[in-house]
């Protein structure tokens, strides 16, 4: 049978799909809206205490949709959803994906902060992966994902593709630390902004002995992993979307500067409908912020430091 990719931003009809038999991957729609198959494939929301869907797809399922490949996906199409498709349609044969492979997807999937990608064989190729472009929330843009991640799998990378990536995510690196443009400490006195890359991430049980804690930052590429090696919480300006992002490194360091909740208790202190989870969030969809709004963000968030 030949493979039927349905996208969809609906949960309705994503629930229409399911229940012709599509099966559905990774199909959260915000935290409590999940439509789940035969297989369960979801680790979103309220399914999140489920392994992530490529490493189950991989080790337990390689070929259980061989003869009824059809497949309902929202989002954006990345290595978790597309390999767990590739593994559940056959696409590749099972010993092109190796243990350590999906292992990476699933841990880069659940944790990219902590993952240096780079360190590994197998990370350069997930790298390749993720710095692919044109992979686009649409059928056309998982197509196109599945045709790059067989390649890969069946392929593998030249020494100049291996070296690209590792260029590539460099200058990403430099560039994310050149975005930097203010640090404040605990007492909200300014602090020196870092000039190289190699402070541990702002989390694990000493975190709080460390004196950076808000970092407001511009940058056009993604920089998270660089960022949390300066503070635990980060304000994200996007100039191009003209938005603001606030994430904290991870749950417990959330709960640690903010309270119970996290994030969660921060919103209510901001006008208009900003809103997340409680590690990630930020300015109200549709509203263009402006640089100095982000500044102003920070301000706020000083304030209600706990920790
Ligand atoms: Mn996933």
Redo the contacts with the bound molecule.
Sequence with gaps: MKLEIAFTNDFAQACAYRDQGYEPI?CAFGQNQSVLGRFNLD?HGKESFRE??AIRACRDLHGALKDDPRFVVTGTP?A??VLAIIALADLVPKDCISPEFYRLVELN?VDPIGTDLLESREGVELAWFNQREGLYQNEAGFREAIALMTQLLTEGLTSEERDHVCKADAARRRNALEGMLSLRGKDGAELPLPKTLDAPLYRGPDFLKRDGRILVVKSAVWGFDVWYRAAPCVVSYASRMAKITVGCCNEEVARALFGEGGLGNVWSHFEGAWGGRETIGGSPRGVRMKLNDAYRTAAILGECLVG
């Design positions: 990774e680790h992530g869907v990345d978790d959803a999937d």
